[in-house]
């Protein structure tokens, strides 16, 4: 969508009215989802309201989703809100920083992401995963989100920083289950950052047992370096820095170990939990999962030369992630004024871009909440404006580990669905967190039954 002034309307977009101080905060963090749908549903594709951090736009259509990440990306940036948020755990790692610190420390990490290593972990994470199949039984009911998060977790510390992390599971993991649960106080949007808090204390106690982990892993690879993990690679930053940006600290290294420990991991067992509920709640889907696998993998376990055959299990993952994207949402703040659908945006605002809107619009999706993996056929993508999907958000600051997690998550799916059927445990219901990853507020319990 073109910024041409000559498109430009007085005033500002429609919107939800707020509460005085609160502004809308209140009413999105009660029902997120709702919120979000309802604001797009009735104000259209650009919607605005105020909120004690300033104003904020929400955005629901690709063409301006498209604007602000890709098009006119300079002239935004992650911003305070985002910031405040996330700091306090993964500090400045390449997920929240910016500019030269940015620029030089993806440089490093990227080749960690090259197709040819992207290759050479697909034989790691299925042995990962068929070391924790091996403990499920007949009739078990297994707790499935713990389930994926540790065997992720296992496979990201050995792929990135060739680490063995199983001593250490339940620190990593419970320190997350804190922050994010700490991240839906009101107090944590509202309250200046310096104001401590009961929910900032407890992301504090979270980061502290995190670091006891990682500067161990940043130790051990400064004892004994290799030429591949990514550890070994930040730490050749200490000696000089690249453009603007200074030598690193261990401080900074820590930050991007945590950023890749937690973001590597965390939304592709997201993805991999979503996808069990939509096909327990999907039959005739998981019936066609299971003859494709029958068919190509004839119970062997998958490579990565047998996914260019498994078109149908790629459609469940790329459905699972329209209906139920991990990341619910992304924002970002103008540095620049901007006119985004014919209103001005200026510094000082937030924009909200919702794939959970987005991926659920009628207007790009037929039936958009039927799980309903057939609908991904080529001519169906040809179709779709660029940014009507973006799970991975789009543009320069796009998800550096898009292949390593999509690769992941079709080879789990597949090793899981060839030797078990789920069901959901009777009673158990989706509740979706809606604050940096769409994370399930309770356990999905489901039994597992052997083929």
């Given amino acids: 969508m073109s910024s041409d002034t000559s498109e430009f309307r007085n005033g500002p977009p429609p919107g939800p009215d707020g509460l005085p101080i609160l502004g809308n905060q209140l009413a999105f ?7 979000m749908t309802r604001t797009a549903h009735e104000y259209g594709d650009v919607a605005y309201w ?5 104003p904020v736009y929400q955005i629901n259509h690709p063409d301006h989703i498209e604007q602000v990440l890709v098009s006119r990306n300079e002239r935004y940036v992650k911003g305070e ?41 697909a034989t790691m994470m299925t042995e990962f995963t068929g070391d924790a199949l091996e403990s499920w039984e007949e009739g078990q009911t297994r707790h499935v989100h713990e389930d994926m998060m540790e065997v992720t977790l296992k496979i990201v510390a050995r792929a990135l920083f060739g680490a063995d ?37 407890r992301i504090r106690r979270a980061r502290e047992r995190l670091d006891d982990v990682v500067y161990g892993l940043i130790e051990e690879r400064r004892e004994n370096p290799t030429e591949n993990d990514v550890i070994s690679k930040l730490l050749e930053g200490e000696t000089a820095g690249e453009g603007d940006a200074r030598p690193m600290s261990v401080e900074q290294i820590r930050d991007e170990v945590v950023t890749l420990l937690l973001a590597g991991h965390e939304t592709t067992a997201l993805s991999l939990t979503l996808t069990f509920w939509a096909l327990a709640t999907n039959p005739a889907v998981e019936e066609k999962l299971v003859a494709e696998l029958e068919d190509v993998l004839d119970g062997r376990p998958p490579t990565m030369d047998d996914l260019s055959d498994l078109s149908y299990t790629e459609r469940v993952v790329k459905e699972s992630m329209r209906l139920y994207p991990p990341v619910p949402g992304v924002v970002r703040e103008p540095v620049k004024p901007d006119v985004i659908g014919g209103y001005e945006v200026r510094p000082g605002s937030t924009v909200r871009m919702h794939q959970w809107v987005v991926h659920r619009d009628p207007r790009w999706y037929d039936d958009p909440l039927a799980f309903h993996p057939e609908r991904w056929t080529d001519e169906m ?34 090793m899981v669905y060839q030797r078990y059927h789920l069901e959901l445990v009777p009673g158990t219901d989706l509740d979706l967190r809606a604050t940096i990853t769409a994370r399930p507020k ?6 597992v039954y052997e083929r």
């Fill in 29 to 35: 963090l009660r029902d997120p989802y709702g919120f």
């Fill in 50 to 54: 105020e909120d004690p951090g300033g």
């Fill in 81 to 121: 809100g985002f910031q405040n948020v996330l700091r306090p755990i993964t500090g400045n790692g390449i997920l929240n920083s910016e500019g030269a610190v940015w620029r030089r420390n993806r440089h490093l990490i990227q080749p960690a992401f090259h197709p040819d290593r992207i290759r050479e972990y």
């Fill in 165 to 201: 992390v199983d001593d250490h599971v339940d620190t990593v993991g419970s320190a997350l289950e804190e922050f994010m649960v700490a991240t839906e106080s009101l107090a944590h949007f509202v309250l200046p950052p310096s104001v401590p808090t009961p929910a900032r204390l």
């Fill in 381 to 414: 993508e040809e179709g779709l404006p660029k940014l009507a999907y973006f799970p991975f958000a789009a543009g320069p600051r796009r998800c550096i580990g898009d292949r390593f997690a999509m690769l992941e998550a079709r080879l789990i799916l597949a």
């Fill in 442 to 447: 309770h356990e999905i319990p489901m039994t």
